[in-house]
């Protein structure tokens, strides 16, 4: 079994590395495009690929609900069912079990819950959620955590955060039996906002050993600073050969932030699900064509940009489709902030390399106007 | 002012042609794939042309409404603001108003309406539809008709035709006034289900004068045979140096009907409506994606076909998709359908340039299994 990352530079806390997976190197820090279902809404596969991507995030808990596992696996694995030749990275579930369905019962075994496909009733437990994952075939996959709803007490945080421990051994006994080593598993550090539930998560986890590890929690009800202080303190206690990711983030200001703070890896539903909200991201923060502004601007959504849309459409056509409610408008405004993400990772990987990221992350936040809204669940399930 | 068509071949009635048009020639028989909004629903223009269009039609009664045709105008005309620079037809917006619109009057000066996008009151006359359609700049453009919602009197057919004839008079004035000769008008013909009043229309609107000649009123209505024998009935009264358009059919088998009876020109929402509805359109008939019997299917939508649905992925994640409602998966369908249409289109020129029209007709009546679904309106405005 090959180590999966290589770290090439540090930059202060910054990092720039590599990640060699079954299915090609990707540079770090990498964002991940979310293909909830098995697709990047709305992008085909060489969409996604031409827009830089190099891995991409499927949600367990969507596939083995719809097609299920057992499909996807009959039909060559996500890779070839989804027409995805690159990286693929898949969570454990767990998240979208704790918010989108009924649970029925959670015990320290698993937890039981309803599809809201169908109905139907499920269980998902450590050993089950890697026997999904290996069936669904990703290059790396994710131990089952227990996920809360903020805010949320000390003492139940504690218990919580203690099962996700437990549950982290027996996902990894489960995956030393399932895989030839060429499928990775990832810990998850939880602990909410406690900065004491978070060292023991941290520490407690790197004991048990994985091929890297991924930080979860954050994206639900912490105030900005206390995420990125938190997020800080982690990662000095997680292994310095190996990969981080902060799940479920963010923001172009967080995956900045994370980076300075030792991130490697982001997902994030952001760039697509506010393309089809008609939000697009710019170097000078996010554009929100539906303005009447926009009305007759024969300007691309950005000036430079290389994506499809910029090169060939003014923003008055992206907004009359948008107004319109016409399927191109998702298609282009998502494939081009997919390209405006990929382009500020490209740019940080090589500021790091130039040993310049301080430099570039105060040009950034020069001119990029940070938006208020909130971002919510870390799946891309919405319509 | 330079001729429009050029007959190349003729087989039977059925006829090989070529339109010249200020955006490049187009190969007739020709099926042209709607843009209702300016966008053919889900697709780029690249993917339109991959598809083999060389001529695509949009709606001057949507356009005119939702961005207007002034902002059109302004930013370069509707081939510059669609990112199309092939051959666009446009219709007079008549049949959207009769059928989509609630009319407040309509006299012989013209008729006003509620626009549906804010409800804001609306005139359009022969010489306010060529104004309209002078400024969205489309190639080929049409007089204005009265169309009427089937069934109807002969009576009530013979008043609404001579308004219509009336109608194509003003709007070939109106025409003549406003353009520089590269804006190509077609006449209708119309007069419903009634033989005789089909042929005085087809007489005296050919008797007025145009580049070429729409038949209308046939996609409502009227049973198939009886659709048909109007066809051939009207094509036989129409110059043979000019080209035939049947408005708004149809079905894979009414092309075929069609162009058997010496149409040249066709256009209709099924491939790209159908295809959103989950239906593919193949040399053995139409493909419901969503039977369970392609759950599993790792073949392509149809063997052999172009199109990157069918070079890329299986029936079974296609299907996944649908049921998913992802929109990768009406826009893959989309371009399927109408790589079939088109594919359909170029077989039956191939076969008239070589003397083989009937014997093509018949294989393709010995293999295509006919639907029997109903085609309704000729836009493609729905969701």
């Known amino acids: 079994m090959s180590a999966l990352f290589r770290l ?12 060699e997976t079954a299915h090609g190197p990707v540079e770090t820090p990498v964002f991940m495009p979310v293909g909830t ?51 693929v990275l898949t969570d454990s579930g767990g998240f979208q079990v704790f918010s989108l369905s009924k649970i029925r019962t ?30 669904l075939g990703a290059d790396i996959i994710h131990v089952l955590d227990e996920c809360l709803a903020h805010p949320v007490t000390h003492a139940e945080t504690e218990r919580s955060m203690e099962m996700t421990l437990r549950w982290a051994q027996r996902s990894k006994a489960a995956h030393v039996t399932t895989t030839d080593g060429r499928q990775k598993l990832f810990g998850i550090v ?28 954050m994206a639900v009800g912490e105030p900005k600073p206390v995420m990125y202080d938190l997020t800080a303190r982690v990662t000095e206690l997680l292994p310095r050969d190996q990969p981080r990711y902060l799940m479920g983030i963010g923001k172009p200001e967080d995956l900045v932030e994370g980076v300075a703070r030792g991130i490697d890896m982001f997902d994030c539903v952001l760039p697509t699900r506010n393309a089809r909200n008609g939000q697009c991201f710019t170097a000078d923060g996010p554009l929100v ?14 000036e430079g940009c290389p994506c499809y849309g910029c090169r060939r459409f003014s923003r008055a056509y992206l907004r009359h489709l948008f107004m319109a409610r016409e399927l191109l408008a998702y298609r282009l405004m998502t494939l081009h902030n997919l390209h405006f993400f990929m382009g500020l990772m490209g740019a940080m990987r090589e500021a790091i390399a130039a040993a310049r990221f301080e430099a570039f992350k105060a040009r950034f936040f020069r001119r990029y106007a940070v938006s208020s809204e909130p971002v919510s669940l870390d799946d891309d399930g919405g319509p």
């Open 8 to 19: 090439l530079a540090v930059d202060g806390v910054a990092r720039r590395g590599r990640l």
């Open 106 to 135: 959670l015990r320290e075994d698993g937890v039981t819950f309803r599809s809201p496909v169908d109905g139907a009733a499920h269980f998902l437990s450590p050993e089950r959620s890697i026997e999904v994952q290996v069936k």
């Open 190 to 217: 939880q602990g909410g906002a406690y900065e004491d539930l978070r060292i023991r998560s941290a520490r407690e986890t790197v004991a048990v050993g994985f091929d890297g590890y991924a930080v979860g929690g």
């Open 289 to 302: 064509l539906k303005q009447a502004r926009y009305t007759r601007d024969p300007a691309p959504i950005e």
């Open 37 to 87: 279902q098995g697709t990047v809404k709305s992008l085909t596969p060489d969409d996604v690929r031409e827009a830089g991507a190099e891995l991409v995030l499927a949600n367990t808990y969507h596939l083995m609900l719809r097609p299920g596992h057992e499909l996807v696996r009959e039909l060559g694995g996500l890779h070839r069912f989804m027409g995805w030749d690159r990286a």
